[in-house]
């Protein structure tokens, strides 16, 4: 690519400056993400017990996941500007994050049983404000964190779509009626 090409994000790469700003832009992007998501298991968590609900707990661990995922992530960014270790702390922020999806994928299959079983929870005014917020955050978030994560070509930093279909499985299991 030369100083001047624009990727298929539409963000310009030009010079070691452009990607030192991509990647503080990526360190801002996963701080907010630990920081949202930590808030969203402590709350999930906490009222998925208290309501008697296995999907807002599932959906609180997977807020879990989505925080040691961030902290993988900030730990691959702090080392992008340094390309001899780069490509090696990629490799191995994938295989982390791989790791989680697989968690994150159980943790969805476990919350879609319940949406099969209809096992309905006890009304929760903070699992459906939870649930609200992050129908509206998550995909604006992981739309920045795409196109930050094309433009510096980081597989790692990509969203996790199991994320977003487990907000949806929430969503069907917390609200039946809800489509």
């Known amino acids: 690519m030369s100083t001047n090409d624009t990727n298929y994000t539409g963000l310009r790469v030009t010079e070691a400056q452009n990607r030192q700003d991509l990647v503080l832009r ?6 907010f ?5 930590g808030i969203e298991a402590l709350v999930s968590i906490m009222a998925g017990f208290i309501a008697g609900s296995v999907a807002l707990v599932g959906f609180g661990l997977d807020s879990v996941i989505e925080v040691v995922s961030g902290a993988a992530l900030l730990w691959r960014l702090h ?20 790791w989680l999806i697989a968690l994150a994928a159980y943790i969805v299959w476990e919350s879609g049983s319940t ?12 699992g459906i404000v939870v649930a609200a917020a992050a129908m509206v955050v998550m995909p604006l ?4 964190k795409r196109r930050v994560a094309g433009a510096l070509g980081s597989g790692a930093m990509q969203p996790i779509l199991g994320r977003l279909i487990s907000v949806h499985i929430f969503q069907k299991s917390y609200w039946p009626g809800w489509s």
């Not at 993400?33 to 998501?37: G, H, K, P, S």
């Not at 080392?79 to 994050?97: G, Y």
């Open 26 to 31: 990526g360190q801002r992007l996963e701080h």
């Open 33 to 37: 993400t630990v920081a949202w998501n």
């Open 79 to 98: 080392h992008d500007l340094d390309p001899t270790r780069r490509e090696r702390v990629e490799q191995t922020t994938v295989k982390i994050v791989g």
């Open 115 to 126: 949406l099969i079983h209809h096992e309905l929870p006890e009304r929760s005014i903070a």
């Open 141 to 144: 978030l992981a739309r920045a």
